[in-house]
Each structure stands twice: as structure tokens, then as C-alpha cells.
């Protein structure tokens, strides 16, 4: 089990995307995102699972050369995390031809980016939710910038975060509240006017720990 205290006060990454796409490639062992809730109330968690993925699309600004991360908050009106910060994607079909696929799809029905914008540069272990689901993040180079067409019944507006503020271990908090008897637990991060926690964060945390795996930087016990 990592210790959120040593994630905390772990050093930022700022690692080029060479230096993902390696560290992408030298992941041996693609193991199930942490989750720190589930430790918290783990019978909240016995649940049949349903399969789902991310799009988590990385872009070079050609303007500062920074790397931006893609994110979505979704609709007020939806029945399930109304005006979350979010990555584009959704639940796996029988239909789709892959997980890869879903994530594609989903992300192409929300904000209108095609497959052809992105290149699929690796993945990363599950994320497994208190919601059934077991959602796999699927990491892409963005090649190319489109229009975006947002779908206004699931997507509010798209914002780009920097990756480095995103990989400063320094910009997360942990929360702990009580839901009745239940304890729960998250990350969270603010960017401007924006607050990315839960699942998204969660996330987060499973991309900076395969990437400080592959720098040796040590977060576990």
C-alpha cells in the first residue's frame, strides 16, 4: 500500500514526452491504481464490475513547448457527477473492438476530436470505483489540434492543465470525510478556477506513480 504522506512530499516530474512514451514501454508490471477509499471502506467495494476507459490526451504547445493534459467538466444536468472535472471517455460496449476503442469513441462522441488527432502511447493499470466501474486510462500524444464540437448533453467545457502541475505531488490534498458510518477518501487538486478530485485525481496519482517507478523516485512503504 503507497504512503500518501511520502506521495505528498515526493519531488514533481516534469518528464518530456520521450521520457513518458519510455516509461510507458519499460512498465512491466501494469498493476491496478491505488485507490485509497477502498482501504477506507472496503465493503463498499464488493461489487460486479463493469468495464470502462479514459482518454488522458497530452498536447506539446508548440507555443512554450509545455505539456497540457485535456480535461472535460461534464454537464450540469447529468444524473451522475454533475459539473465534475473529468477525462473524456465512458463505459465499454459490446460492440467496441477494444477498450482502446471505447476511449476513443467516447472521447470522439464528447468533444469531437477524431482517432487521427491522437497517438495511443501506452496505458495504465485500472482504476476501480465505489460506482461498478473498472475504468483502464489510455494515454495519447495529441498529433494534431481540431475544433472541438462538445457534446452539450454530457460535456459543460474542455480546460488545459499543465502535466507539470499535475505531476507536482506538492498540488494534491488527501480528504477524509464521514458518510454516515462509512468512512471515504480521496485526492484533490485545484487549477484556476477549476477542482479535479475522485476519480480524476485518482487517476492522476496512477500516472505520476509509473512514471516516478520508472525515475526510482519511492512513494511506497
Request: aromatic share 10%.
Amino acid at each position: 500500500m503507497p504512503n500518501i504522506s511520502q506521495f505528498l512530499d515526493a519531488l514533481p516530474l516534469q518528464p518530456s514526452m520521450d521520457e513518458i512514451r519510455t516509461a510507458l514501454d519499460h512498465t512491466q508490471d501494469v498493476h491496478p491504481i491505488y485507490n485509497p477509499d477502498k482501504d477506507l471502506s472496503p465493503s463498499a467495494y464488493k461489487l460486479k464490475y463493469r468495464s470502462a476507459a479514459v482518454l488522458i490526451p497530452i498536447w506539446q504547445n508548440p507555443d512554450d513547448e509545455q505539456l497540457y493534459v485535456l480535461l472535460t467538466k461534464r454537464a450540469l444536468h447529468m444524473r451522475n457527477h454533475p459539473g465534475q472535472i473529468a477525462f473524456p471517455g465512458g463505459k465499454h460496449d459490446p460492440t467496441d473492438a477494444s477498450i482502446q476503442y471505447t476511449a476513443l469513441r467516447e472521447t470522439f462522441e464528447e468533444i469531437g476530436l477524431a482517432p487521427d488527432c491522437f497517438d495511443l502511447i501506452g496505458e495504465l493499470g485500472e482504476y476501480c470505483t465505489i460506482s461498478g466501474f473498472c475504468i483502464k486510462p489510455i494515454i495519447a500524444e495529441m498529433t494534431r489540434l481540431s475544433k472541438m464540437s462538445l457534446c452539450e448533453d454530457e460535456v459543460k467545457s474542455v480546460h488545459w492543465v499543465p502535466l507539470s502541475h499535475l505531476l507536482t505531488p506538492s498540488n494534491y490534498r488527501f480528504r477524509k470525510k464521514k458518510l454516515g458510518n462509512v468512512s471515504r477518501g480521496y485526492f484533490e487538486i485545484d487549477y484556476q478556477d477549476i477542482r479535479i478530485w475522485g476519480v480524476t485525481a485518482g487517476i492522476l496519482y496512477g500516472l505520476y506513480e509509473t512514471l516516478a517507478q520508472y525515475k526510482n523516485i519511492n512513494i511506497a512503504n
